[in-house]
């Protein structure tokens, strides 16, 4: 069994900056592709980002890419997502999540194995 333990987030006035951070328990970290969703209230889990278990491949949704940064650390059993040029529209609780031994980094929340208890994420106009 894996346990994701997510911190960070919280409450960031528009244009600030926020990171997320994701450590894994239980298993092999290096076994698993990791993403980050997001989740607003009445919506579907939404993808942010991916990363490969290697870190040699990153994908983005268009609605982040270029302010958002996914990071991992193996070693430490950490994912990280950095948030930059946040605005009002990035509000939501975010979620780690984890694929094991993936083919290739997926962006439907059916693709992973495990996830974390999420975090809220609050931008201020």
């Known amino acids: 069994q894996v346990q994701l333990m997510q911190s960070g987030g919280g409450l960031v006035q528009t244009g600030g900056s926020l990171r997320l951070s994701c450590t894994a328990s239980?298993?092999?970290?290096?076994?698993?592709?990791m993403g980050w969703f997001r989740q607003t209230p009445g919506k579907e889990r939404e993808f942010v980002g991916a990363?490969?278990?290697?870190?040699?491949?990153?994908y983005y949704s268009d609605s982040v890419k270029g302010r958002f940064t996914i990071s991992r650390d193996n070693a430490k059993n950490t994912v990280y997502l950095q948030m930059n040029s946040l605005s009002p529209e990035d509000t939501a609780v975010y979620y780690c999540?984890?694929?094991?031994?993936?083919?290739?980094?997926?962006?439907?929340?059916?693709?992973?194995?495990?996830w974390g208890q999420g975090t809220q994420v609050t931008v201020s106009s």
């Open positions: 999540a984890a694929d094991y031994l993936p083919w290739t980094i997926k962006s439907v929340p059916e693709a992973y194995d495990y």
């Open positions: 990363i490969s278990w290697s870190a040699d491949a990153t």
């Open positions: 239980g298993h092999t970290f290096s076994s698993f592709a």
